[in-house]
């Protein structure tokens, strides 16, 4: 699973304009490219790709293009030689070895597969494809037995190994029925609550987002008592099922469950975002606008529709965005023309630890924004 230790640390490398960096992003779904050769001739097409832009450029000395070509030829060795696939649908590659950087991840959900070369890595289309995603923990228990689940980005682990200390039920005789019964009752309660206490003490080490419980109907009002306030605060949801239930099977429960969030906190979002741009406090919308609030570093929110792309300016000297002043309001030396400046403002938000919400085309509050809009830290 990717951590977000590793995206700050992506976040923070630089070559500081001597080495390319090399970020890849490669659908490697079965459903899409059935064999090995498919992606590879897939990757082979972006490289090509790649390769002529940087000639046509001109920005990169002999070397630099030397450098490059052999990131690009370690990439297509790595992926000829070593990947295994092993059920990922997304491969996300970071690589400029000179400065030893040289990462590889999978996910468990497709990417729009892409490689881009600069001086940093390409981090927001990783940020952008994990926004969607939340840390979930998953508890199931019965009256007995309590099982620890990791859920991210369509991967789950087993953490069970920390209920080791979780008291089981052990039938004894001798004693009155009603004794037994109680003694019983008592036991059940005692478990639950060492669950709770388990999953507590897993929040604390891992500050997971949301919690999923499998639950018995007759069990969850008792173990309702003792979940820790910040655990049912953070509720996803509830299901019923065995506590032997299958690892893939709570996959499609949690997914169930984080559709429906998403779906119902996006909806809260576009219904406010119309008002929020009409009082202009929190949010401002327009490309001009994003940008000149992203250049001062008061994005904390973005949001862009699916598919915009417009044509902008970059400062090579400060960085500064924009999208038509040929000189830079910050440093007042010349911008260059750049193809994509939506690319380039996700990256800038990314770099400042703002969010990244892609929205489906077509909804009116979007339109209203012209399509790209930022809530504001201040």
């Known amino acids: 699973m990717i951590s977000t230790a590793e995206i700050a640390s992506l976040r923070e490398f ?15 779904d079965g459903a899409r490219y059935p064999t090995r050769a498919d992606f590879e001739t897939e990757f082979s097409a972006l490289a090509a790709n790649t390769r002529k832009q940087v000639q046509e450029s001109r920005h990169f000395t002999k070397d630099q293009e030397t450098w490059l070509d052999a990131e690009i ?65 998953v508890l199931v228990t019965n009256k007995e037995t309590a099982r620890i689940f990791q859920v991210y980005v369509g991967e789950i682990s087993e953490r069970t190994e920390v209920l080791d200390s979780v008291l089981k039920h052990h039938a004894q005789g001798g004693w009155e029925q009603n004794k037994l019964q109680r003694r019983h009752e008592k036991q059940v309660r005692d478990h639950l609550k060492k669950a709770s206490e388990a999953t507590f ?17 007759e069990l969850w009002p008792e173990l309702e008592k003792v ?86 300016r970059k400062c090579p000297e400060c960085n500064t965005l924009g999208f038509s002043e040929q000189t830079c309001p910050t440093c007042n030396n010349d911008s260059e023309s750049i193809a994509d400046v939506v690319e380039e403002a996700k990256e800038l938000a990314v770099r400042q630890d703002a969010n990244i919400i892609t929205v489906p085309s077509g909804h009116p509050a979007m339109a209203q924004a012209g399509k790209i809009a930022a809530r504001l830290r201040y």
């Open 14 to 28: 630089s070559s500081h304009d001597k080495h390319p960096v090399v970020s890849l992003y490669l659908n490697v």
């Open 73 to 137: 030829s370690a990439i297509g060795e790595f992926l000829a030689l070593e990947f295994k696939r092993e059920g990922a649908r997304g491969l996300v590659i970071f690589s400029c070895r000179p400065e030893n950087l040289w990462t590889v991840d999978t996910l468990q959900v497709p990417v729009a597969s892409r490689l881009d070369v600069d001086w940093k890595p390409q981090v927001a289309p990783l940020v952008e494809t994990l926004s969607g995603f939340e840390q979930i923990c």
């Open 201 to 217: 003490d897993f929040f604390q080490k891992q500050r997971f987002d949301r919690l999923a419980v499998g639950v018995a109907d």
């Open 227 to 312: 979940l820790h306030p910040y655990l049912k605060e953070r509720m996803l949801g509830r299901f019923t099922a065995d506590v032997n239930i299958p690892g893939d099977e709570i996959l499609k429960r949690v997914e169930g469950f984080e559709h429906a969030r998403n779906q119902a906190d996006e909806d809260t979002l576009m219904q406010s975002l119309g008002p929020e741009l009409d009082s202009g406090r929190t949010y401002v919308g327009g490309l001009d606008d994003v940008l000149a609030m992203l250049n001062h570093r008061r994005v904390d929110l973005l949001l862009v529709e699916a598919g915009y792309s417009a044509p902008g």
